[in-house]
């Protein structure tokens, strides 16, 4: 089954203390992403990887991290976490035809920062 | 600025309504254009997507039609259903490397 798959789904950390999120997906996919979501202010993108060690801050970057060592995946790394990083995060990925390229989402990782 | 707009913000209507959710996008140059569904809590499941090519796409009762000239995207639900209560999102991609959101609209299905 084609799927995009977050760990963990739900976290509850102390501020400062460093936690990853990973993605992976199976289906191949050139791009990858990670989206936080807050009520009020929509998606907002963080960091994209049109490749294996190619990625991009998007509008959102300051206080995460990201590597794509790996084509199917493409981990969030919040190196200290602070309470305004507590959201709803999402990984998505897509083919990079940009016609046809439909974006998927993962689950979604329930981050919340004390 | 490229922008994503949809309205109304949420919509209630009794079961069995034909329904139409809105989303209109500033810069007619679009690749393509996704739907999605969002429930409480939960990750976005794409409904469909509409190539920059593409007028319209049906999956069972949902039909999502695009008219670019006007920055128009219509998704249609027919005969709508308490479970498809959710929150409907667009986005639209423009660039290879960034897809732009609407806020969505948040649909309650009354049975």
């Known amino acids: 089954e084609a799927q995009v798959t977050q760990n963990p789904r739900y976290l509850i950390t102390v501020t400062g203390k460093k936690l990853t999120v990973t993605c992976s997906q199976n289906m191949n996919h050139e791009y990858m992403s990670w989206y936080r979501q807050d009520p009020g202010l929509g998606l907002r993108q963080i960091y994209y990887s049109m490749n294996v060690e190619v990625t991009d801050k998007g509008d959102v970057p300051e206080g995460y991290k990201v590597s794509r060592k790996e084509k199917r995946n493409f981990p969030l790394i919040l190196e200290s976490p602070s309470p305004n990083q507590t959201s709803l995060y999402f990984c998505?990925?897509?083919?990079?035809?940009?016609?046809?390229?439909?974006?998927?989402f993962g689950e979604g990782s329930r981050l919340t920062v004390l | 600025k490229q922008e994503v707009t949809q309205i109304p913000a949420a919509l209630s209507v009794p079961e069995g309504e034909n329904l139409v959710l809105n989303c209109s996008f500033t810069?007619?140059?679009?690749?393509?254009l996704q739907w999605f569904r969002q429930d409480p809590g939960k990750g976005l499941t794409s409904l469909l997507l509409i190539q920059s090519s593409q007028r319209e796409q049906t999956s069972g009762r949902l039909n999502a039609s695009l008219d670019k000239s006007s920055g128009r995207s219509t998704l249609y639900i027919a005969a709508s259903q308490p479970g498809d209560s959710a929150t409907y999102l667009c986005a639209v991609r423009w660039n290879f490397n960034k897809f732009y959101f609407g806020s969505g609209t948040k649909l309650n299905v009354k049975p």
């Open positions: 810069d007619s140059a679009i690749y393509n």
């Open positions: 998505a990925s897509s083919l990079l035809r940009t016609n046809t390229g439909e974006l998927f």
